[in-house]
């Protein structure tokens, strides 16, 4: 996803990456709602703690810290893993990880944190590529140029 990649160049991160979020045009998708974009200076007015997105995206490693401490770092990192979830529940109608529909949010944390994830049932060059993007660990995740590049061949 270009939009993502630039962002990420330009060393910004979304850091609410969701579904609600993409905009799919007929040659391009667009990347919107900068609210809680982070990566430069932001007047200290309305500058505030990052405490997560949207549950439902999160990376295992914001919702592990917004649990123990109350707020994250997010990442270029955190992005690709939101970005996959969401093209994930998109794609299948499930979401990276299991939870009751009426958990309240520590809990969907929890699950998200520690909890298994959902096997990527996506078959060819679009599963492999979600599955890497999901990965538990930061490191392992794609940079959004990959995600970008692998998107163009798959789509």
């Known amino acids: 996803m270009a939009a993502l990649a630039a962002l990420h160049r330009k060393r910004w991160v979304h850091c609410d990456i969701q579904p609600a979020h993409l905009i799919m045009g007929s040659e391009r998708t667009f990347l919107i709602d900068l609210a809680l974009a982070q990566g430069g200076p932001v007047p200290d007015d309305v500058d505030f703690a990052y405490r997560g997105c949207l549950v439902h995206y999160e990376a295992p490693e914001i919702a592990r810290s917004v649990l123990q401490t109350g707020f994250a770092i997010p990442t270029r990192e955190s992005d690709i893993y939101a970005l996959g979830a969401s093209l994930m529940i998109s794609a299948t109608g499930k979401r990276h ?26 078959p060819g060059l679009l599963g492999s590529l979600l599955t890497a993007m999901m990965a538990r660990l930061p490191r392992d995740r794609p940079t959004a140029d990959d995600v970008s590049r692998e998107l163009a061949r798959v789509l």
């Open 97 to 122: 990880v299991q939870y009751p529909d009426d958990a309240d949010r520590r809990d969907q944390r929890r699950a998200i944190a520690d909890g298994p994830r959902q096997r990527v049932e996506i």
